[in-house]
């Protein structure tokens, strides 16, 4: 089989034409183990910036749950001091003179 002078120009200039699409697809065939491995170490890892947001969250929600235990014990007690009140009112008031 021969080639003609027709087809054999334009197979010719296909690697002209494809603008090194061919090598780009090669590299990004070889180097993609090794992408794919630094994604996985990326997302197993924790960077220190992960840790320290991780750590401020970790750190208001311990805060935001002790001020609700805080206001919760404010509210007993005044409940406990309001009812110490009203007996003690209970009893001067039944006393007699």
Do not use: F
């Not at 090794?34 to 311990?62: F, I, Y």
């Not at 805080?70 to 008031?93: F, G, L, Q, V």
């Amino acid at each position: 089989m021969r080639l003609s002078p027709r087809l054999i120009l334009p197979l010719a200039l296909v690697p002209l034409l494809a603008g090194g699409c061919v090598a780009k697809t090669a590299w990004d065939v070889a180097t993609a183990p090794v992408r794919a491995g630094s994604q996985v170490v990326d997302w197993t890892t924790t960077s220190q910036d992960e840790a320290d947001r991780n750590a401020g969250r970790k750190l208001r929600k311990q805060q935001a749950e002790e001020e609700r235990q805080r206001r919760k014990e404010e509210k007993r007690a005044r409940e406990e001091e309001k009812r110490a009140r009203e007996d003690a009112e209970r009893i001067r008031r039944d006393q007699p003179y």
